[in-house]
């Protein structure tokens, strides 16, 4: 198993689940041997039913470096110290709520996007994860953190964080290796965590000595509150702000990260997406009207996150020992959940492989289970920022293809580049040509 796992990590696991039928597959990698559960109803009872016995352990694989980077946050922690966190948070990312934030963020959308006419007249390819970036801080930054973040600052924890999850690998692969021994990528991880506090502290401590009732999520941490019979510290703050940061950025940038090679490689599925934009946008700005018509927008985006989760990996540890599946799990064991493995299987998907946006159409036949499409996770630990994420993407994709057609520059690549998030392996380089509104009206 091992030299097979190191040679191509995600491959492997797929291929472990689908030699496996579902079945719960006890991994041996050499000193380090987790449990990979990938059939639905199994990941439902780890997930929901059976939460409180599969923890989020910061010692354990993936758990250990994230928590380096956010320590005590909202993302790592169990208990009171998380029902706080996400109690504080979880009304600002509610369905209703976020459909308060749409307007704000297509106008803020529309003003990023308004930066790449210029290379675009000029006829010089823009990178695509630099755009990206720029865009989804934008509108993250006004809609969620009350511009408290100025978006060059942004820019700089996304770099940061983006540090992070490459530099986490060698780590990710050898999960027992002890700390006090030097890996690459340690120094790197390092200085990006400098450059976050760099950025967040000053802006925490200007918050906490200013306190108002702006409902944005630096002000609704920093506002006191007392967890275990201790007043919230700086640091866990901190820690907040980067974790929520990372989850209302990295979502959307990683994910739409690989429309550009899919549109490239699915020649059909871009001609498609471009005549809705098209007839649903025409000549205008994206509005919040436009988003229930842009249904083929949303089935493109439900099968990118079908096989490209930004959250590749869940890992839990077991509290208890159980039979699950048949099999034993122990005590203290790593639970290896992956919605990149489950939603790659044969066992629930017809070519697996392929990008289909079909399967997500109104007419498609209804799953048979609920946990074989779950890249936002699932239970009490399910990613805050899912509502957030399916209004502001297509936003950006209607946005940028009513100004612009778009055209990869190269082949393109799909493969993924491992890390804490899922992205290419090479970031795309795009040749961006405006359209004529005239001949659109």
């Excluded at 690998?169 to 400098?194: E, N």
Aim: hydrophobic share 45%; aromatic share 8%; glycine share 8%.
């Amino acid at each position: 198993m091992v030299p097979r796992f190191v040679r191509d990590p995600l491959e492997a696991l797929v291929g472990f689940a689908d030699e496996a039928g579902g079945g719960v597959v006890r991994l041996n990698l050499g000193t380090f041997r987790p449990y990979l559960v990938t059939h639905p109803e199994h990941l439902q009872h780890v997930l929901k039913d059976n939460a409180a016995n599969y923890v989020r352990d910061g010692k354990g694989l993936l758990w250990r470096p994230v928590r380096r980077a956010v320590g005590e946050a909202i993302l790592v922690v169990e208990g009171p110290l998380w029902e706080s966190s996400r109690g504080v948070l979880q009304p600002l990312f509610t369905a209703k709520r976020v459909e308060t934030m749409v307007d704000g963020m297509a106008a803020a959308i529309g003003e990023a996007v308004d930066v790449l006419d210029e290379p675009a007249r000029a006829g010089r390819a823009v990178d695509a994860s630099d755009a990206l970036a720029r865009i989804v801080c934008q509108a993250t930054m006004r809609v969620l953190f009350g511009d408290k973040i100025a978006v060059p600052d942004a820019l700089r924890v996304v770099s940061a964080l983006g540090t992070i999850a490459t530099a986490m690998v060698p780590r990710l692969l050898v999960p027992f290796m002890p700390y006090a021994i030097p890996m690459p990528g340690d120094r790197a991880f390092r200085g990006a965590v400098r450059t976050i506090d760099d950025v967040v502290l000053p802006i925490i401590r200007e918050a906490r000595e200013r306190p108002g009732d702006d409902q944005d999520i630096v002000s609704t941490l920093c506002r006191s509150r007392v967890v275990d019979g201790q007043e919230i510290s700086e640091r866990q703050i901190r820690d907040d702000v980067v974790a929520m940061f990372s989850t209302s950025t990295e979502t959307t940038i990683a994910v739409l990260s690989w429309l550009w090679p899919v549109l490239q490689t699915y020649p059909e599925v871009s001609a498609r997406l471009q005549d809705e934009v098209d007839q649903v946008v025409g000549d205008g700005p994206v509005q919040r009207s436009h988003l229930a018509e842009l249904r083929y927008t949303r089935m493109v985006l439900d099968e990118l996150l079908r096989l490209y989760p930004a959250g590749w990996m869940i890992p839990r540890t077991a509290v208890e020992g159980e039979t699950l599946g048949g099999t034993q799990i122990t005590s203290g064991a790593t639970i290896l959940v992956s919605p990149y493995v489950t939603q790659r299987m044969a066992a629930y998907w017809d070519d697996p492989d392929i990008f289909d946006p079909e399967r997500f159409a109104p007419t498609a036949p209804r799953r048979q289970f609920r946990y074989s499409y779950f890249p936002f996770g699932g239970g009490p630990h399910q990613c805050l920022g899912q509502h957030l994420f399916l209004l502001e993407a297509p936003l950006i994709i209607a946005t940028l293809l009513s100004r612009f057609r778009i055209q990869l520059r190269g082949k393109a690549d799909l493969a993924p580049r491992m890390g804490a998030s899922l992205r290419p392996r090479n970031t795309a380089q795009l040749e961006l040509t405006p359209v004529d509104r005239s001949r659109t009206r």
